[in-house]
Nanobody
Framework: QVQLVESGGGLVQAGDSLRLSCAASGRTFSTYGMGWFRQAPGKEREFVAAISNSGAYTYYADSVKGRFTISRDNAKNTVDLQMNSLKPEDTAVYYC?????????????????WGQGTQVTVSS
């Protein structure tokens, strides 16, 4: 069982940066692949970024590639999402998710555990 708690959301202006963090409980964090997803009002949840259990492999949605960076610290049981050059279309609730086996995935249905989400609002 893994419990996930996101933090770091907020209201920023277009072009600003924000860093989201996800803290995971449990002693097996290093065995899980981790992902970030987001859901804007009236839209389906969409993939943002994922990272393998070791951190060796990362995956990004085309819409965020070059602007967002996912990273993890297995010693601290955390996975972060650094978001730069934010755009109004990045406005959404951002969710952290965990899956096993530990490779990353773009498919939300492959993730077993989810956090409650953190709101990111980007004003123009």
């Amino acid at each position: 069982q893994v419990q996930l708690v996101e933090s770091g959301g907020g209201l920023v202006q277009a072009g600003d940066s924000l860093r989201l963090s996800c803290a995971a409980s449990g002693r097996t964090f290093s065995t899980y692949g981790m992902g970030w997803f987001r859901q804007a009002p009236g839209k389906e949840r969409e993939f943002v970024a994922a990272i393998s259990n070791s951190g060796a492999y990362t995956y990004y949605a085309d819409s965020v590639k070059g602007r967002f960076t996912i990273s993890r610290d297995n010693a601290k049981n955390t996975v972060d999402l650094q978001m730069n050059s934010l755009k109004p279309e990045d406005t959404a609730v951002y969710y952290c998710a965990a899956r096993s086996p530990g490779w990353g995935s773009r498919e939300s249905r492959e993730y077993h555990y989810w956090g409650q989400g953190t709101q990111v609002t980007v004003s123009s």
